[in-house]
């Protein structure tokens, strides 16, 4: 089984830029689609970006559509998720997902798909 670990959260003003990082132990980390999710406090968790294996389809919530940009490097075993022109509302928990069991060609928003999850690494964004 995979094992995923986020880094690159922090406090940033609004209008600023991060980049998240999604790191994988395993060697068959790139057959698997990576997802992003959210949580803010007192909401439920959501979607935010996706990617498939393969050709790198992607998959992003509206939310965050051209702001927010997802990519991977499978020689490093990372996804990427940069975010620009951040948001107070953006502010959130962020955690990566991986896909093990199903079609490694989707990248999928719903997150019954994903098997494996990371501890999460918080982004705050401050107006």
């Known amino acids: 089984q995979v094992q995923l670990v986020e880094s690159g959260g922090g406090l940033v003003q609004a209008g600023g830029s991060l980049r998240l990082s999604c790191t994988a132990s395993g060697r068959t980390f790139s057959t698997y689609p990576i997802g992003w999710f959210r949580q803010a406090p007192g909401k439920e968790r959501e979607f935010a970006a996706a990617?498939?294996?393969?050709?790198?389809?992607?998959n992003y919530a509206d939310s965050i559509k051209g702001r927010f940009t997802i990519s991977r490097d499978n020689a490093k075993n990372t996804v990427y998720l940069q975010m620009n022109s951040l948001k107070p509302e953006d502010t959130a928990v962020y955690y990566c997902a991986a896909v093990e069991s199903y079609y490694s060609g989707s990248a999928y928003s719903d997150s019954r798909y994903y098997s494996t999850w990371g501890q999460g690494t918080q982004v705050t964004v401050s107006s």
């Open positions: 990617i498939s294996s393969g050709r790198g389809n992607t």
